[in-house]
């Protein structure tokens, strides 16, 4: 639970953020069409639209909605022990501004059919590996973020080591993300991309933390 007025501050600042692209859609209001895509499949070939009066509100309120859960989670003195003050603020942040740019990014393509949605995301995923990469290197043992393997669990050295893997491999990812957007690539390519590097992430940490476990 929230035990001071600076939590209470922060989770209104930030809860804000998240329903600012309803004033982005209003300004607009008249110029969205009656009906508003609001997701997109492969080749970004629409395949889910909204009414417009429900849908400037759709994505921002449900973002608010987890917004909230995440940041009492954040606020637990379990959490706040075993997480470092920089973790926490990232993802205090990170759904706000994941908002702002997701919100940001329907409401361009729906002004602008030829809105390039897979470049857009492909930015912004790289930056967002780029962060994260530079921050879990310094993350503590814990049941909420990070490589929860059931090795890293219960040994530190592991722990650290392997987040000190991740954070290079985050980085390296998040970098090649920005470099893959600017090349003039097909959407199955960035896709397959996009596929192969989150397996990346994933995997390799993974086995090289086992493979500390059963080297010890």
């Given at each position: 639970m929230m035990r001071t007025t600076k939590d209470k501050g922060l989770l209104i600042l930030s809860t804000l953020m998240c329903l600012l692209p309803i004033g982005m859609y209003l300004l607009?209001?008249?110029?969205?069409?009656?009906?508003?895509?609001?997701?997109?499949?492969a080749s970004s070939t629409p395949n889910w639209t909204m009414q417009r009066e429900f849908a400037i509100f759709a994505t921002p309120l449900?973002?608010?909605?987890?917004?909230?859960i995440v940041f009492f989670i954040m606020s637990s003195s379990q959490t706040k022990a075993s997480?470092?003050?920089k973790m926490r603020t990232l993802f205090t942040w990170f759904i706000p501004i994941t908002s702002v740019f997701i919100n940001l990014i329907i409401l361009l393509a729906n002004l602008n059919e030829e809105f390039n949605i897979l470049t857009a995301v492909f930015v912004f995923v790289g930056l967002t590996f780029i962060i994260v990469g530079n921050y879990l290197p310094t993350t503590r043992q814990n049941y909420y973020v990070?490589?929860?393997?059931?090795?890293?669990?219960?040994?530190?050295?592991?722990?650290n080591r392997t987040h000190r893997l991740s954070g290079k491999i985050f980085v390296i990812t998040g970098i090649a993300f920005v470099l893959m957007a600017a090349l003039p690539l097909s959407e199955n390519a960035m896709l397959a991309f996009m596929v192969v590097s989150i397996v990346f992430i994933v995997l390799v940490p993974s086995v090289y933390s086992y493979l500390i476990y059963r080297n010890k």
């Open positions: 607009v209001f008249d110029r969205l069409p009656e009906q508003m895509v609001q997701q997109w499949g449900l973002l608010a909605v987890v917004h909230i997480t470092p003050l990070g490589m929860r393997l059931p090795w890293t669990l219960n040994d530190a050295d592991n722990w």
